[in-house]
């Protein structure tokens, strides 16, 4: 059983100070949490014996997990319900989240589509405008999937001449999706919906049909159970699902955990991405304008991230980290694709590289200690010019398609609202195409970047962000925010949640942890596997800075992550219980020892390991596991846990058992509570309505248990402190 781990989930949350004695009074000592049975259950691991109180909540199925998950929502449910400004919390959230958002344009077919929210929509919902006219129309409203809004859109690619969409559905917030074929021009289904479908995109082989992947169904709960073995499949359009192409995958001797497939812009090459892990992928190709179906590989290892943005003709261009840790741009023809035949177009450079292409241009997007930067190159590889941005922040977008006379990109940072742009490749201007109308004024806050010194030497950098104005005496509630896993990079980026937070004079923080990607591979593997305890460290160096320099104290501190940055929560409050004041893990990988036996999660393991590789690393992990760290008579923070009944990626079964041993074994009066979103995944598609319950009920809980008698705007009097 075992789970992918791919983005991060950035569950944002808040903090202040209270008299102590009030909370002991009025808050810790009237919870009365439910009782978690223990079972006689364990596992040996070379030699050594674990026991595991309480694997019986693993079973999801089972009528006593639902039975305890109702008991602890209850108990959590009566606890929020006492914050005296919950509710105030709720409504400022809605007031600020009610504002119209849209996507960039993208050109398909006759139309001109675009995602737009009109502000509190559950979902944003796909217009279009047919091409010469001005006239919106509502091409698909995923508001009307579902009454309460757990029914989302996962995926939408139309065929290339854009007379025919299909896209994919969440349920519940599941990674299993459905795809469902409509005819572009009357918006009616034009065959059976395809089930069954994970981890997958859909590409399309010119008009005909697409490539999508998927696992076998798991026995058992499809929840939690095992999936190993993904598969590439074609879809041709009017057949059965049942008898669609197997292209990759499904034999022993190819088990692959990933396997993707993307066809190129001008229908010619297939590309294969098989993976057994989250890093690395192998490289095959399958001409299409040849009839023999021949599978050629390109790379038959895993040693590199390497993909393929766009091909000329025969000759293709390709990202890759192949010798090259901070990424490159080759190219080489399809004759003889072998590596040794590449040749650069755009070397290595002392920053992190990522590319789009678009308009005819490749687009070279750096990362410069995690801010952004981008170059325009032809296809010769020159550089046309470095664009200029709006500001210090990040930046995404710069795709299109080559006949695409306009691209857009999108601007951000820390306090300033996602901007999208309007830009002119052969002028290399830029202009305003939407701007947000949030109910937030960006000229009252600043954001800096601070480097800070980690346990080990090693300089890290973290941008702060909060209200101008602020004193530095130590008593401003603060959100320290990480992540740091899975070559994943922390850019600068608004927040509307965050935005509320620092109108109440809070800080947020946000360090660039070794695990992450800010400074290519070797950062990455600075924060894997062995080297783990590295992301640890730098975290609590963080929070460390944050205090000496006055910023915060540790009654005013809140941690804050979620999916790997729920395990960096988990593992921090574990080690440092006296470093923070609350500590929020969100739908955390909290059982190190047994997380690679759910659903995807055995391809974690190139940043994890497993118990079960060697002597060594099961020590490692058990010594760091949250689960297995809770120690009997330990005071730790006020902790609030959350996670999703349908989180098929990271099973609820981790948060489940960390809250049963945080109950059992925890001292003093802090509370230890779990919140459980029903209808609600790993995050992706969680609906609008949810997300500001959440975020109340975060922002309270933490707030209340800092001290804070009124919302911190309303009063500068706090009970201690």
């Known amino acids: ?259 993707g497939g993307n066809v190129t812009e001008d229908g010619r090459f297939l590309f294969i991405t098989p993976r057994t892990s989250t890093s690395g992928n192998k490289l095959l190709m399958m001409d299409l304008s040849k009839n023999d179906g021949k599978i050629v590989t390109i790379l038959d290892d895993t040693d590199s991230d390497t993909y393929v943005i766009d091909n000329v003709g025969s000759t293709l261009y390709l990202v890759t980290n192949r010798n090259a840790p901070n990424q490159k741009i080759v190219k080489v023809d399809a004759s003889n694709p072998l590596p040794e035949n590449w040749e650069d177009l755009i070397p290595e450079t002392d920053n992190v590289l990522t590319a789009s292409t678009g308009s005819g241009n490749i687009f070279a997007k750096y990362m410069v200690d995690a801010i952004s930067k981008v170059k325009q190159y032809d296809y010769d590889g020159n550089l046309v010019r470095e664009i200029d941005l709006p500001g210090v922040g990040s930046v995404g977008g710069f795709g299109g398609k080559r006949e695409d006379i306009t691209l857009y990109y999108s601007f951000t940072n820390q306090i300033t609202p996602s901007t999208i742009y309007a830009f002119e490749p052969k002028s290399g201007s830029s202009s305003v195409y939407k701007k947000p109308g949030i109910d937030f004024n960006t000229e009252d806050y600043e954001t800096k970047q601070v480097f800070f010194t980690s346990k080990d030497g090693t300089k890290v950098p973290m941008i702060i962000s909060h209200k101008k104005g602020l004193k530095l005496n130590g008593k401003n509630p603060t959100i320290l925010y990480g992540y740091g896993g899975f070559n994943i990079s922390l850019t600068p980026g608004f927040s509307t949640a965050n935005a509320v937070w620092m109108e109440q004079g809070g800080i947020y923080a946000v360090p660039n942890l070794r695990g992450g990607g800010e400074y290519g591979k070797k950062w990455h593997l600075a924060g894997t596997q062995m080297n783990k305890q590295n992301v640890f460290d730098d975290f609590i160096s963080a929070a460390e800075y944050l205090i000496e320099n006055k910023y915060t104290s540790s009654e005013f501190l809140a941690i804050s992550g979620g999916s790997n940055g729920g395990l960096l929560v988990g593992a921090t409050m574990t080690q440092r219980p006296d470093l923070m004041k609350v500590a929020l893990p969100a739908v955390g990988v909290l059982d190190m020892l047994r997380y690679h036996t759910f659903t995807a999660g055995a391809g974690w393991a190139y940043d994890y390991g497993t118990a079960e590789d060697s002597k060594e690393m099961f020590e490692y992990l058990k010594n760091y596991s949250p689960v297995h760290n809770v120690k009997p008579g330990q005071a730790y923070p006020a902790t609030l846990i959350t996670t999703g009944d349908h989180d098929d990626r990271v099973v609820p079964a981790h948060s489940f058992k960390f809250a049963a041993e945080l109950q059992s074994k925890q001292s003093g009066t802090n509370p230890t509570l779990i919140r459980i979103e029903t209808d609600a995944g790993h995050g992706a598609g969680t609906p609008v309505s949810k997300t500001i319950d959440l975020y109340a009920d975060v922002f309270g809980f933490a707030l209340y248990n800092m001290g804070f008698e009124v919302l911190p705007n309303k009063t500068n009097e706090k009970v201690k402190g």
Request: aromatic share 12%; net charge negative.
């Open 1 to 259: 059983m075992k789970k992918i781990l791919l983005l991060c989930f950035a569950a944002t949350i808040a903090i202040s100070c209270k008299d102590e004695s009030e909370l002991k009074k009025n808050k810790a000592t009237e919870v009365k949490y439910p009782v978690t049975k223990t079972v006689d259950s364990s596992d040996t691991y070379f030699g050594t014996t674990i026991k595991d109180p309480y694997r019986w909540l693993e079973d999801d199925r089972s009528e006593e997990t639902a039975t305890w998950v109702k008991s602890q929502n209850t108990v959590t449910g009566n606890y929020l319900d006492q914050i005296p400004y919950r509710n105030e919390l709720k409504e400022r959230l809605k007031e600020i989240w009610n504002f119209e958002r849209f996507s960039a344009p993208f050109n398909e077919g006759d139309y001109t589509y675009f995602y737009k929210n009109d502000g509190l929509q559950n979902q944003s919902v796909l217009y279009r405008t047919k091409k010469g006219e001005t006239q919106d129309e509502v091409f698909l409203d995923p508001n009307t999937f579902s009454n309460d809004g757990t029914v989302s859109l996962g995926g939408l690619s139309f065929s290339k001449n854009g007379k025919i969409a299909a896209y994919a559905i969440s349920e519940g917030g599941s990674d299993w999706r459905k795809i469902i074929v409509m005819d572009a021009e009357s918006k009616a289904i034009t065959e059976d919906t395809l089930v069954d479908i994970k981890f997958s995109g859909i590409s399309w082989k010119n008009n005909d049909g697409f490539y999508y992947s998927s696992y076998d169904k798991p026995k058992g709960s499809e929840l939690s159970a095992k999936t190993d073995q993904h598969k590439l499949y074609y879809h041709k359009l009017g057949t059965s699902q049942k008898d669609d192409a197997l292209i990759y995958g499904g034999t022993s001797e190819q088990k692959h955990r990933y396997v």
